[in-house]
């Protein structure tokens, strides 16, 4: 056989395979599609026609990109490349991680309250026993892991007010901290990849239904709940990480699905009940009356701490409590160039995908559990730049979890109004960094 010949039977099998193969990838995309469209149901969101896509190994072998898009120019990246990186910064987190079986959230370092320059301690608290010793918000403590529980000094939200669940329990929180959030300066900001978790906990009842759709953190000692251990189960995950072409980082929340259902054409009651909502306030979203909405008064709690107001406890008057923006989006199409309606959709989709009904983390033994959570929302600025106002900010502008967020639902505060961005006093959008590092290093108080 001729030399040009055998060449020319190379190139025809070499053609050959690529087009086999372009025909599988293209039908393996073509079925992922197929069970978005079907895993999405009825519900309407808008927002174009190109679906976006999971993959399996988010869960299986999870490996986060560092970066948005993967090489998308910044500020050319669409909200579905947002939240894919979102969700496989989640799921590595939510994943096992070494021999003790601990949770990647869980070997964060742990952030407690009132400590100051924890970063020039010689041991930085890890680990689950650490997190159940610094529930927030509490007195001061010291760095030791087996230090014994003291009572929250503070138990309010931002806005003052402590939440309270259906069966009268305060909830408790715990912070998180990636190490290089230690190599911060003043002068250049975070490193990429800088991670803070705010994680929100509530007593769990030994005999409530759906006990086993919560990630648990049990044997937790707190007396002024029970001299006997207590287990609390999460029911909020705040996520934020940045890269080197998003400073002012991406802000995403996941909640538990029966925390609390939407305030404006609720979901049905879960099998257990809403964890933040009673019956007869469900009720009442369903069949609203001004009545009955009255004696609601929902999202409203009773401020307590302060001067001329009555202390904390934790334990109160149960909270009733609804989503004001599903998704952290207004009902609207558009805001100032935000697109509203594929926001929706991105969240929807990926949701179904990883923690619907049919949903990846279900086939895998160690993730199952998140099947009973869901992201909410998450929130960036358009290319990176500072936070400013609704015209610079994308994804869910009204972002909030009923958890942690509760008495903060409106239009137009989100993240950014507390944590404000500004590329000259980089560090600041942390609330937790002035306690990391000497006080003379993070400059001006953030807003």
Known sequence: MRSRDRVSIVLALFACCLLLFAGCAGEEKAETEEAVEAASGTETYGGGSEPCLASPSWVTDPNPPAEIGNGVPVGEETNCQFYQFGWQWFLKLASPTGDSGERGFEALTVFLPNVKDQCLKDALATG?????????????????????HVQPAELAQATGQALYDQNGNVV???????????????????????????????VLQPDEPELDTYYQMADVVVPEFSDDPITLGLVGFHLVINTKDHPEFVWLTWEHKSNAPTCTD??????????FLSETCAECLAN???????????????????EGEPPCSVTGAPNEVCQVYAWGTDPGSETNGNDNDTNRKNIIELNDQLVGSDGFVKADPNMAIWQYY??????????????????????????????????????????FTCHNYKPETPLTVSHIIDDLLPSTTSGETGE
């Open 128 to 148: 689950v026993e650490a997190m159940k010793n610094s529930l927030h918000v509490r007195l001061s403590k010291g760095m030791e892991q087996d230090t014994a």
């Open 172 to 202: 408790l929180y715990t912070i998180g901290y990636s190490s290089n959030e230690c190599q911060a300066t003043a002068e250049n900001g975070y490193l990429p990849n800088t991670i803070e978790t705010k994680l929100s906990w509530r």
């Open 266 to 275: 609720p979901q049905p009651v879960p099998a257990g009940g809403w964890s």
């Open 288 to 306: 609203p009356t001004d009545t009955c909405k009255a004696t609601c008064n929902f999202n409203t709690g009773v401020k307590c701490g302060s």
């Open 374 to 415: 869901q992201l909410v929302g998450g929130l960036w600025t358009n290319g990176g730049v500072a936070s400013g106002g609704t015209d610079v900010q994308r994804g869910s502008l009204e972002l909030a979890n009923t958890t942690m967020e509760t008495f903060f639902q409106q239009s137009p505060k989100n993240c």
